[in-house]
């Protein structure tokens, strides 16, 4: 088989992810079964932004009660989901598990704050909070709803909370852990600049994207992918300006990226001009957005 047929065949796949008449869709994270969760926006909302799973090929709508937004961000093996959502009384975040059909709120206690960005296989939830008075802000704008400020990275085990903060860090966020006990999340220096890091043995570990002005950047690096083999998914930013605070964004500025055995892999959907990759499988799998010339698509991509 020649080099190039080979290539080929092993060439990843993309799929467009778009939930059923909405007019933006977003892809966040997937399990080892396939299920794949997230949001979308419709005309028939009334304004409201509710979350998606899709399972076996079917789209069910979700929405935490009495929210007017619900971004579930991560499904573990066991179809368990975690996210946050908007009170529509206070427009606070407050984050969410989704379990067996039944939705619990979850609340760093005493944060003004809080956002669920992954779930591991034995239930351990993930996240970010922002301590009452503190500089913390709610970002709305067309591709949702985000926290901004001085946040602190969690991690809830054991019904349990336990901060996880980058030493000198600016901002903290805590978004996934493994089999390996070892946690993904990203950081904000002294410059101000974003970072991924890497927690295992007690030791953080920062990681950037060769050559981009920066990884992780602004409101649009929801969350990011570990599985158990160490792989990593994210977004970099290939020229600044990377703090972004709408979709003026250039072509070929912002791409996804694969981390595997170390080396850099960057992921953009075919043809679109700003792609973000937010989850990833055992399988592989990697699931995320794209902005195209018909607006903003969820996507599946598959194989190596």
């Known amino acids: 088989m020649s080099t190039a047929l ?6 990843p796949t993309f799929i467009t992810l778009d939930f059923p008449g909405a007019t933006r869709t977003a892809g966040f994270g997937t399990n080892g079964q396939g299920t794949i969760v997230g949001d979308f926006t419709s005309d028939k909302n009334g304004g409201e932004v509710p979350g998606w799973v899709l399972s076996q090929g079917a789209f069910t709508e979700i929405q935490f009660p009495g929210a007017t937004f619900t ?15 908007s009170d529509a009384k206070s427009s606070k ?8 059909g ?20 034995g239930g351990g939830v993930l996240g970010a909070y922002c301590d009452t008075g503190k500089s913390c802000d709610v970002i709305a704008n067309g591709a949702g709803t985000f926290l901004k400020g001085d946040t602190h990275g969690f991690l809830l085990s ?7 903060d980058v030493p ?5 966020e805590a978004w996934k852990r493994n089999g390996s006990g070892r946690i993904l999340g990203r950081y904000a220096g002294p410059d101000g600049l974003f970072h991924l890091f890497l927690l295992g043995d007690g030791i953080f ?34 020229f600044a300006p990377c703090d972004f605070t709408g979709f003026g964004f250039a072509p070929g500025q912002v791409h ?12 953009d959907f075919p043809g679109a001009t700003t792609t973000g990759a937010y989850g990833l499988n055992a399988n592989g799998d990697v699931v995320g957005v794209y902005l195209g010339p018909t607006g903003e698509h969820g996507f599946l991509r598959t194989g190596r």
Do not use: K
């Not at 080979?6 to 060439?11: E, F, I, P």
């Not at 690096?221 to 599985?227: P, T, V």
């Open 6 to 11: 080979l290539a080929l065949l092993t060439a």
């Open 158 to 164: 054991g019904g349990v909370f336990q901060a996880i």
């Open 71 to 85: 971004r579930p961000i991560a499904v573990n093996d066991s179809g368990d989901a975690v996210g946050y959502y």
């Open 205 to 238: 570990t920062s990681i950037d994207f060769p050559g981009a002005a920066e990884t992780a950047p602004s409101w649009y690096s929801i969350s990011g992918g570990l599985n158990d083999a160490g792989d990593i998914v994210a977004v970099y930013c290939s």
């Open 102 to 121: 039944a939705f619990s709120p979850i609340d760093v206690p005493d944060a003004d704050m809080t956002e669920a960005l992954g779930i591991d296989a």
């Open 256 to 267: 996804g990226f694969i981390l595997s055995g170390g080396v850099f892999t960057t992921v």
């Open 93 to 100: 975040l407050h984050g969410f598990l989704l379990s067996g």
């Open 168 to 172: 000198g860090a600016l901002r903290t």
